[in-house]
């Protein structure tokens, strides 16, 4: 079983090297990734895990349809596909605790301003997004006192 991405994605490139398309070339976020996906579902009835190296606007990679097939996600957590839900269901009921604090990507992330979901890159699906979908901001202070029913009240 994989215990983190890399050795998950190392797993996949021994099994089923068809399975994980590298583009190494520069792609734009706005409409490209999400166009390689789809065009890859419908044509080529694909659904690899596509790696982008290089986006256009961002320092960090993009991955994506990591779990796009039960093979995958069976094979990510160490069973065969018929095997997953008590799999799951059994991970749920005793989580395995975290083991490390020195992984791999605590050396690269930033820390403190530097951390913001704003750095890492947004997609676009259709033409008419209003803008990219991105990882989801923080609510307004005035959002969260509404939701949570403490939001001073108007005659």
């Known amino acids: 079983m994989a215990q983190d991405l890399r050795s998950y994605l190392d797993l ?3 099994k ?3 399975d994980l398309v590298i583009v190494s070339r520069e792609v734009d976020p706005a409409y490209e990734i ?16 596509l790696l982008f190296e290089k986006v256009r606007g961002s320092r960090f990679p993009v991955l994506t349809n990591l779990h796009a097939s039960r093979a995958r996600l069976a094979a990510a957590m160490g069973v ?3 095997q ?12 395995t605790p975290p083991r490390s604090r020195a ?10 301003r530097r951390s913001t979901w704003a750095s890492s890159p947004g997609s676009s699906t259709t033409k008419g997004t209003p803008a990219p979908i991105s990882p989801p901001r923080s609510r307004s202070r005035r959002t969260r006192r509404a939701r949570s029913g403490t939001a001073p009240t108007t005659a």
């Open 34 to 49: 999400t166009a390689l996906v789809v065009k890859l579902e419908r044509e080529a009835r694909r659904r690899p895990v």
């Open 80 to 82: 065969a596909p018929e």
């Open 103 to 112: 992984a791999p990507c605590r050396r690269s992330c930033g820390r403190g």
């Open 84 to 95: 997953m839900l008590p799999a799951y269901l059994g991970a749920m009921e005793r989580p």
């Open 16 to 18: 089923r090297p068809e």
């Open 12 to 14: 996949i490139k021994r």
